[in-house]
């Protein structure tokens, strides 16, 4: 079975500019959670979507936003990106939202802004 | 505040060796641990996880330990492999949100 799979797995962009990254969970998999990962550090929770609701948010300003499909896949928006969202972006996927269980991340799209 | 740690950013390993990481977390309403091996180019994998009724799960060559009364989380490596090295976060959830609090990782080496 294919797990989580992320595109694109690389992306250089400038300050300013606008990125969508995208997600498709595993099969069966509700649930989509984003974190971003800079170099050194653990990934930094920044939504999770079930059902196509927003159902988390972390401490990320109004720059960031996302949305899932019906397909359950989702996207990852950033308007105006600065030198600091230079990262590793994770999407995550898990079978339900509600219930204690791990969940499964794709390798990431990494960002690298100019 | 919510925060998860690692009491050391590196641990070096001779091969075949038992690996101790540990970990700790400050909020005492975490009811769910994780913990997850990243390796370069890769996202986190899934380990072990543990429930906070529980103190102790054990998996193929793993161990995880929980200790609530000192917040502290522990994986315990056994026989460790030149492909255990990796870097490895504790992770923890409250309640059923799904979000999960990482720590910043602790590096595993292992010398053949």
């Known amino acids: 079975d294919a797990g989580v799979t992320q595109s694109p797995t690389h992306l250089i962009k400038t300050r300013g500019q606008h990125v969508t990254l995208r997600c498709s969970p595993i099969s069966g998999h509700k649930s989509v959670s984003w974190y971003q990962q800079v170099l050194g550090q653990g990934p930094q929770f920044i939504f999770q979507?079930?059902?196509?609701?927003?159902?988390g948010r972390g401490n990320f300003p109004d720059r960031f936003s996302a949305r899932q499909f019906p397909n359950y896949s989702s996207e990852l928006n950033v308007n105006a990106l600065l030198l600091g969202d230079s990262a590793l972006y994770l999407c995550a996927s898990s079978r339900d939202f509600g219930s204690n269980q791990p969940q499964h991340f794709g390798d990431g799209t990494r960002l690298s802004i100019l | 505040g919510e925060s998860v740690g690692l009491h050391l950013p590196t641990l070096s390993v001779q091969e075949g060796d038992n690996s101790i990481i540990n970990c700790a977390y400050s909020?005492?309403?975490?009811?769910?641990f994780i913990w997850y091996k990243q390796e370069s180019g890769k996202g986190p994998q899934f380990i072990i996880d543990i429930r906070s009724n529980m103190d102790k799960r054990q998996g193929q060559r793993v161990t995880v330990l929980l200790n609530k009364t000192v917040k502290h989380l522990s994986l315990q490596i056994a026989a460790t492999q030149p492909g255990d090295s990796a870097v490895y976060f504790c992770a923890e959830n409250i309640g059923n949100a799904g979000k999960s609090t990482f720590g910043d990782g602790t590096t595993l080496t292992v010398k053949p």
């Open positions: 909020n005492s309403a975490s009811d769910y």
């Open positions: 979507y079930y059902e196509k609701e927003e159902r």
